[in-house]
C-alpha cells in the first residue's frame, strides 16, 4: 500500500475525466450525444487493452462469468455516459459535475434497496443533507418564476444531468454486484465493448460527420476516458477506497477553472453553496462506509468524474 501514490493516481484520473469532458463539451453543440458517445467508448478499448496486454491479463480476464449484470451495468452506465454528454451541451461544466455529485448519495439509498445494506441515522443524516444540496444546485435552473435565472433548454439540462446521476448510481450498483465475480478488466472492457454498441443504435437519428477538428476532439475524449479508467483502477490498488475518494471532489475545482477559462462560465453564489453541503454529505458518507466496511467500486462509464 502506497497511499501518496494512490492519491497522486486519483488526481490524475479527475484531471483526465474533466479533460476529457472539455473536449466533449467543445463538440457538443455540433456532435450529437449518441455520436460522442461511439467515439469516447470505441477510442477508450484500444487503450484498455492494451493496459491488459501489459499486465498479462488479456484475453484470460475477459471471461464473463455473469453476463447478464454486464449488460444490465452497461445498459445502466451508457445511459449515464448520454445523459451526462447531452447535460453538458446544456448547462455550465461546473454544474454537471456538482449534479454528477448526487450518484453516490443515490447509491446509498439504491444499495439499501437492492443489496440489502442497512443506512443508520449518520448516513441518512449526510444523506438527506447532500440531497438538499443538490435541490440547491438545480434549484436556479427550476425555478420558473424567475424568466432571468432559467430557459428551457436549461431546465432539460438540468434534469437530464439528475437523470445521468440516477443511471451512474444504478450502474455502480450492479458494478458492486459484478466485483464479486469478475475481474475489473472484464467489467471495464465489456462496458466500454456495449457502450460503443448501444451508441451505434442512435445512427439513424442524424449523426453528424465530423470536421477533423471535431473527430480529433472526440477521439481525444475516447483516448483520455481510457487512460483516465487505468489510473482509476491503479488508485485503487495503492490505497483504501476512503483514503481516495474524497480526492473526486477536487473534480469541481478543475470543472470550475475550465468552465472560467475555456468556456467562459461564471458560477453562482447558490451553485457553490449546494456544492459544499454535497461534498460534506459525500465525505461523511464515505468515511461512515469505511468504519462500516462496505465495499466500493471505481466507475467505469467515463461519465462525470465521480466513474462509475
Same mark, same amino acid.
Given at each position: 500500500?502506497?497511499?501518496?501514490?494512490? *492519491?497522486?493516481?486519483?488526481?490524475?484520473? #479527475?484531471?483526465?475525466? #474533466?479533460?476529457?469532458? %472539455?473536449? *466533449?463539451? /467543445?463538440?457538443?453543440?455540433?456532435?450529437? %450525444?449518441g455520436e460522442a458517445v461511439f467515439f469516447r467508448s470505441l477510442f477508450a478499448m484500444p487503450v484498455l487493452i492494451a493496459w491488459l496486454v501489459s499486465r498479462g491479463e488479456f484475453p484470460g480476464s475477459l471471461k464473463a462469468k455473469d453476463p447478464m449484470s454486464h449488460v444490465w451495468r452497461g445498459l445502466m452506465g451508457t445511459c449515464a455516459m448520454a445523459s451526462g454528454f447531452v447535460a453538458i451541451g446544456l448547462l455550465p461544466l461546473p454544474e454537471v459535475v456538482a449534479i454528477g455529485y448526487a450518484a453516490p448519495l443515490l447509491v446509498t439509498m439504491l444499495a439499501a434497496m437492492f443489496l440489502g445494506e442497512r443506512i443508520r441515522l449518520v448516513r441518512l443524516s449526510a444523506l438527506l443533507l447532500g440531497m438538499f444540496g443538490v435541490a440547491l444546485v438545480l434549484s436556479p435552473r427550476l425555478t420558473v418564476m424567475d424568466a432571468e435565472l432559467t430557459t428551457r433548454l436549461e431546465t432539460i439540462g /438540468?434534469?437530464? =444531468?439528475?437523470?445521468? /446521476?440516477?443511471f451512474? =448510481?444504478? %450502474?455502480?450498483?450492479? =458494478?458492486?454486484?459484478? #466485483?464479486a465475480t469478475?475481474?475489473?478488466?472484464? *467489467?471495464?472492457?465489456?462496458?466500454?465493448?456495449?457502450s460503443t454498441s448501444l451508441a451505434l443504435l442512435t445512427l439513424p437519428f442524424g449523426w453528424k460527420f465530423p470536421s477533423v477538428l471535431e473527430a480529433s476532439f472526440l477521439v481525444t475524449a475516447g483516448l483520455l476516458g481510457g487512460v483516465g479508467q *487505468?489510473?482509476?483502477?491503479?488508485?485503487?490498488?495503492? /490505497?483504501e477506497v476512503a483514503v481516495i475518494a474524497p480526492f473526486e471532489y477536487c473534480s469541481i475545482i478543475l470543472a470550475l477553472g475550465v468552465g472560467y477559462f475555456i468556456f467562459d462560465e461564471l458560477p453562482t453564489g447558490i451553485m457553490l453553496g449546494g456544492v459544499v453541503l454535497i461534498v460534506i454529505a459525500g465525505i461523511i458518507i464515505i468515511e461512515r462506509e469505511r468504519r462500516l466496511g462496505i465495499a466500493h467500486v471505481g466507475k467505469a462509464s467515463g461519465a462525470v468524474p465521480n466513474q462509475s
Open positions: 500500500m502506497n497511499p501518496v501514490r494512490g *492519491i497522486t493516481l486519483k488526481v490524475m484520473s #479527475v484531471c483526465v475525466f #474533466v479533460t476529457m469532458f %472539455a473536449f *466533449i463539451k /467543445a463538440t457538443s453543440g455540433q456532435i450529437p %450525444a /438540468a434534469l437530464t =444531468a439528475l437523470l445521468g /446521476a440516477v451512474s =448510481a444504478l %450502474a455502480q450498483v450492479f =458494478a458492486r454486484k459484478l #466485483v469478475e475481474t475489473t478488466g472484464s *467489467i471495464v472492457f465489456y462496458f466500454s465493448l456495449m *487505468i489510473l482509476l483502477t491503479e488508485s485503487y490498488r495503492h /490505497a
